[in-house]
């Protein structure tokens, strides 16, 4: 479980700098209960939290990187990298995670957020997803709330009244992660939001024992193994 959320006195949004907050989606509150929308770019706790994951990685080293992100959010900014595609989900255009029409090992990082529970085969988009991702890449995967449920509620259909979502994943997604992924090490980042003092997770999929190494040197006692074998 993550540690309680403590809100931090002059709160600044780390994407913009912005000091107003309002309501989220629908007008809800952060789970403790404060203001979770930034007023100037819209960025929720996920995005500063994650935000701030790729400040530590460092940003500048994105320059030559080629990505593609799987629906639009506040967390990167696409100028950041060498090449950026963007797909989002539900339009004509978009593309379907669970058969990616795109070659292998087409991109040194791909980024999925809050995609994975919309669809039903998530082991096919898993395997999808780290199918285009370069040999020395990662995959950035998140999705809601994966540290505050210990089980995975999976409905085997997209629910209406949760968005559509096909399941919420719980804890035990580590064991989804060890059968659909043996051989595949998948690093668990856990970060606090800087306006509500929330936390929340996300995950990073390294492909090779250089990138793996560099991950973890630069996130340190923020990321640790979740699943899967460590080839630091």
């Given at each position: 479980m993550l540690p309680a959320a403590i809100p931090p006195a002059n709160p600044k949004c780390p994407i913009c700098n912005g000091v107003m907050f309002g309501p989220g989606p629908k007008g809800r509150m952060a789970p403790n209960g404060t203001l979770p929308r930034c007023v100037e770019c819209q960025s929720l706790?996920?995005?500063?939290?994650?935000?701030?994951?790729?400040?530590?990685?460092?940003?500048?080293?994105f320059a030559n990187w080629s990505a593609i992100q799987f629906s639009p959010d506040a967390t990167v900014d696409p100028s950041w990298f060498g090449s950026h595609e963007l797909s989002v989900y539900g339009e004509p255009s978009g593309l379907d995670i669970q058969s990616i029409d795109r070659p292998d090992a087409a991109y040194d990082i791909?980024?999925?957020?809050?995609?994975i529970e919309h669809v039903g085969n998530d082991r096919g988009a898993l395997l999808e997803l780290l199918r285009i991702t370069k040999p020395e890449g990662m995959l950035y995967l998140a999705f809601p709330d994966p540290f505050r449920e210990d089980v995975t509620r999976d409905w085997g259909f997209p629910k209406p009244e949760k968005h559509g979502h096909w399941r919420v994943y719980g804890?035990?997604?580590?064991k989804r992660f060890a059968a659909y992924l043996p051989d595949q090490p998948v690093?668990?980042?856990?970060?606090?939001?800087?306006?509500?003092?929330?936390?929340?997770?996300?995950?990073?999929?390294?492909?090779?024992?250089?990138?793996?190494?560099?991950?973890?040197n630069r996130l340190g006692s923020g990321v640790s193994l979740y699943s899967g074998p460590d080839i630091s």
């Open positions: 706790e996920r995005h500063r939290i994650f935000r701030v994951m790729f400040e530590k990685l460092g940003t500048e080293n791909v980024l999925c957020s809050h995609v804890g035990d997604v580590v690093l668990a980042y856990r970060g606090e939001d800087p306006v509500t003092g929330e936390w929340e997770g996300a995950f990073l999929l390294p492909r090779s024992p250089e990138r793996y190494r560099w991950i973890t």
